[in-house]
């Protein structure tokens, strides 16, 4: 079992930059991909960035590639979100999220097994 705590949300203006973070306990954090999603009001949970276990791959939504990056501290047991470059359409609640290592897709919500309770990410115009 996993317990994730998300931090780091708030309110920021177009332009700007939050970093988020993630913190596990439970088992260790390396055995797992980790992620996160975001979810906007009257929108379904979108994929965001996820880092794999095995080999410390990246991947991106379209929608934050070369603004945001995903990154883990193993020996803290914490993976990051820097968020740059902050748009309106950012703004969301951002999900951690952790799966044990499987082939299926890691773009979908649906192959993660543990999630964190959300923080609110809220950027003005």
């Known amino acids: 079992q996993v317990q994730l705590v998300e931090s780091g949300g708030g309110l920021v203006q177009a332009g700007g930059s939050l970093r988020l973070s993630c913190a596990a306990s439970?088992?260790?954090?390396?055995?797992?991909?980790t992620g996160w999603f975001r979810q906007a009001p009257g929108k379904e949970r979108e994929f965001v960035a996820t880092?794999?276990?095995?080999?410390?791959?990246?991947y991106y939504s379209d929608s934050v590639k070369g603004r945001f990056t995903i990154s883990r501290d193993n020996a803290k047991n914490t993976v990051y979100l820097q968020m740059n470059s902050l748009k309106p359409e950012d703004t969301a609640v951002y999900y951690c999220a952790a799966r044990l290592p499987t082939d299926s897709n890691l773009y979908s919500s649906n192959t993660y097994d543990f999630w964190g309770q959300g923080t609110q990410v809220t950027v003005s115009s």
């Open positions: 439970g088992r260790t954090f390396s055995s797992y991909d």
């Open positions: 880092i794999t276990w095995s080999d410390g791959n990246k």
